[in-house]
């Protein structure tokens, strides 16, 4: 079993920044592929970022704005969020996939709001 505990979320305003975190815990290997997605009220959930042994990859909505990193160390994956839109409202959530199996976990969200 993984546990995943995302954080970071809140309000901020239109052009703001946010990190989420997101601490993994359990039987989690560093091979691991880690992402983040989101999910819009009424739209399905959609890949964010994620990152792997092979590298990262972005949804091109959030190319040049939106920074996923990982420190090994901590068990953690994070989510520097940049130039935040309205648009970029959502609940995000921390994925975790073994790359063997292909069998997937899942954080609990943490909101983003982006308003004036």
């Known amino acids: 079993q993984v546990q995943l505990v995302e954080s970071g979320g809140g309000l901020v305003q239109p052009g703001g920044s946010l990190r989420l975190s997101c601490v993994a815990s359990?039987?989690?290997?560093?091979?691991?592929?880690m992402g983040w997605y989101r999910q819009a009220p009424g739209k399905q959930r959609v890949l964010v970022a994620r990152?792997?042994?092979?590298?990262?990859n972005y949804a091109d909505f959030v190319k040049g704005r939106f920074t996923i990193s990982r420190d090994y160390a901590k068990n953690t994956v994070y989510l520097q969020m940049n130039s935040l839109k309205p648009e970029d409202t959502a609940v995000y959530y921390c994925n975790s996939r073994n790359p063997i199996n292909q069998y997937e976990y899942w954080g609990q969200g943490t909101q983003v709001t982006v308003s004036s």
């Open positions: 990152i792997g042994s092979s590298g990262t």
């Open positions: 359990g039987n989690i290997a560093s091979t691991y592929i």
